[in-house]
């Protein structure tokens, strides 16, 4: 994606914030705002967001696991699976 064409100074957004935010909806491309030149803030529609934020959490819990088995803090999981078949046959 090149974001080259998805940025808008914050003039743009004030003026056209209804069709700003319905290009997001429909187009799923985020959009970076200037402010004096500068890129100041990125808007993207809420889908877009909560998909962002469930990869990330996968990611943290993969980077997590990874850092465990590093530390060694893992076991076979023959005993795991052993371990919880004797806990559901004493419930």
Request: net charge positive; no cysteine.
């Amino acid at each position: 994606m090149r974001y080259s064409s998805r940025i808008r100074p914050i003039s743009y957004l004030k003026a056209n914030a209804a069709e700003v935010l319905l290009n997001l909806a429909e187009d799923r491309e985020p959009l970076v705002i200037t402010q004096n030149g500068e890129a100041k803030a990125v808007l993207q529609d809420v889908a877009s967001f909560e998909e962002t934020q469930e990869t990330l959490a996968l990611l943290k819990i993969l980077a997590l696991g990874q850092q465990e088995m590093a530390a060694g803090k893992v076991k076979p999981a023959a005993d795991v699976v052993a371990r919880l078949r004797a806990k559901r046959s004493a419930d």
